[in-house]
Nanobody, 126 residues
Framework: VQLQASGGGLVQAGGSLRLSCAAS????????MGWFRQAPGKERESVAA????????YYLDSVKGRFTISRANAKNTGYLQMNSLKPEDTAVYYC????????????????????WGQGTLVTVSS
């Protein structure tokens, strides 16, 4: 499966952005999905993840209550709604997918994922 992330940009602190991850090549509905980010000089970290059924999710503590991960399997697209953005959210955001037989599993380790999008830059100004 090929992934294309989009929706990044420059936003002021307190603002919102919605990232999209469009999948092509295979049926997206059997892939668990995750969003990761990497800020300059820092390691890549898991931000949010969702099972392929959409029923289970995971969030990094620092984004809980501000970010929402979702997916529209019929559209082969995943989303990350980001509200109340902070300067420390500035990073390149990547979407990733993992084929799994389990409808309820979520994965938050980068090494769990098989496919990656190219990244989209989110810059939050103070």
């Amino acid at each position: 499966v090929q992934l294309q992330a989009s929706g990044g940009g420059l936003v002021q602190a307190g603002g919102s952005l919605r990232l999209s991850c469009a999948a092509s090549g295979r049926t997206f509905s059997r892939y668990a999905m995750g969003w990761f980010r990497q800020a300059p000089g820092k390691e890549r970290e898991s931000v949010a993840a969702i099972s392929w059924s959409g029923g289970n999710t995971y969030y990094l503590d620092s984004v809980k209550g501000r970010f929402t991960i979702s997916r529209a399997n019929a559209k082969n697209t995943g989303y990350l709604q980001m509200n109340s953005l902070k300067p420390e959210d500035t990073a390149v955001y990547y979407c990733a997918a993992k084929y799994t037989y389990s409808s309820g599993n979520v994965y938050f380790a980068a090494h769990d994922y098989d496919y990656w999008g190219q990244g989209t830059l989110v810059t939050v100004s103070s």
